[in-house]
Every structure is written in structure tokens, then in C-alpha cells.
């Protein structure tokens, strides 16, 4: 399988309800595995979490690249591809403002993976 972007198929993630019933409750889709998948894939490496928390914590709800990559005892180029990787989970939006890039949090896409990890009290 190549490394290039697959077509998954389509879930609304722009949606504001949750597209997901908690996994604790009842058996996640096929389908939906498919589409969330690399977004948990994509926050399993300590650095794309960490760039994820600084970004959706962010004041204006927006993180410069600039601001993001002297965080890290990582080179440049590298932070770029754990960006890509965010962006390409639909995790990040990002928009190119003269030579600097800034990237947004998808809240409705981090509702839907706090909602499929939900955890009643009565589970305990």
C-alpha cells in the first residue's frame, strides 16, 4: 500500500453533532474505524500531540509555525511533516499568510473522537 493519501470513505466531520455513539456502549462501524482511525493514529506520537495541544490551545484559536517549532528539539523540516500529518488526519486546518503558515484545531473533529471515548460512571 502506498504511503500517498487513501480515500476513506466519508463521514461528516464538519458535523457539529457527534457522528459517534461511545465505543464503551456499542461496537464501533467499520466504517467509522476506517475514517477516525488516523486521527488517533495521528495524535499517538508524542510530538504531533503536544504541536495538537499548542495549537488547540492557542489564544485567537490559531498557532503560527513560527511560534510552534522553536518548542521543539527538532528541526524544521520535521516539524512541517508532523503538521502535514495533523492536517492530513483532519485534525488541523492550515492557511498560508505571506512565508508563514497557521494552523487552527478542528473542534467538531475533536468533539466526534472525545464522543466515541466517552465513559459513563455507571462503566466503572
Avoid: N
Avoid at 457539529?16 to 467509522?32: F, G, I, K, N, Q
Avoid at 485534525?91 to 497557521?102: I, M, N, P, Q
Amino acid at each position: 500500500m502506498s504511503k500517498q493519501s487513501v480515500a476513506l470513505p466519508v463521514l461528516d466531520l464538519d458535523a457539529e453533532a457527534s457522528c459517534c455513539l461511545p465505543l464503551a456502549r456499542h461496537r464501533v462501524p467499520a466504517e467509522t474505524a476506517a475514517v477516525l482511525a488516523p486521527a488517533f493514529k495521528a495524535l499517538g506520537d508524542p510530538v504531533r500531540l503536544r504541536l495538537m495541544s499548542m495549537i488547540a490551545s492557542a489564544e485567537g484559536g490559531e498557532a503560527c509555525v513560527c511560534d510552534l517549532t522553536p518548542a521543539f528539539d527538532l528541526t524544521g523540516p520535521t516539524i512541517s511533516h508532523h503538521l502535514r500529518t495533523l492536517r492530513e488526519a483532519g485534525l488541523v486546518d492550515a492557511e498560508r499568510r505571506g512565508t508563514w503558515v497557521y494552523y487552527r484545531a478542528r473542534p467538531a473533529v475533536l468533539r466526534q473522537l472525545a464522543a466515541l471515548l466517552t465513559v459513563d460512571d455507571a462503566t466503572d
